[in-house]
C-alpha cells in the first residue's frame, strides 16, 4: 500500500519563510512515480494548483506563487518538497500533496496546515 504522508507546516509570520516536505512510501518503486503537485485550499474556497513537478523535473506555478515559491523534489528518496518564501496572509490554507503512480493512479495526502499571520 502506498503512502503520501505530508510535514512542515506551521504558524508563520507575514514575510516568513516555511519548507513541506511530501514522503511517498510502501510497496513502489520510483520509476512508477510521474508528476507530483501541490495543492492548497484556504476555508471556503476551492481546492487549487499550487505548483507541479513532472518526472523530468519540468515546474510550473500558480501565478500568484511565482517568485515566492519552489518545487523540487528527490526522486532518490521519492519526496517532494514547497519551499515557500515571502509568505502572505493569502497563503493561509491547508496544503496537500498529490502524487501520480503508474498503476495506482493520483494519490492524495492529508495536507498541512500552514497559518501566515501576525
Known amino acids: 500500500q502506498v503512502q503520501v504522508v505530508e510535514s512542515g507546516g506551521g504558524l508563520v509570520q507575514p514575510g516568513g519563510s516555511l519548507r513541506l516536505s511530501c514522503a511517498v512510501s510502501?510497496?513502489?518503486?520510483?520509476?512508477?512515480?510521474?508528476?507530483m503537485a501541490w495543492y492548497r485550499q484556504a476555508p471556503g474556497k476551492q481546492r487549487e494548483l499550487v505548483a507541479a513537478?513532472?518526472?523530468?523535473?519540468?515546474?510550473n506555478y500558480a501565478d500568484s506563487v511565482k517568485g515566492r515559491f519552489t518545487i523540487s523534489r528527490d526522486n532518490a528518496k521519492i519526496t517532494l518538497y514547497l519551499q515557500m518564501n515571502s509568505l502572505k496572509p493569502e497563503d493561509t490554507a491547508v496544503y496537500y500533496c498529490?502524487?501520480?503512480?503508474?498503476?495506482?493512479?493520483?494519490?492524495w495526502g492529508q495536507g498541512t496546515q500552514v497559518t501566515v499571520s501576525s
Open positions: 513537478i513532472t518526472s523530468g523535473d519540468s515546474t
Open positions: 510502501g510497496s513502489i518503486s520510483r520509476s512508477r512515480v510521474n508528476a
Open positions: 498529490n502524487v501520480y503512480v503508474r498503476y495506482e493512479g493520483s494519490l
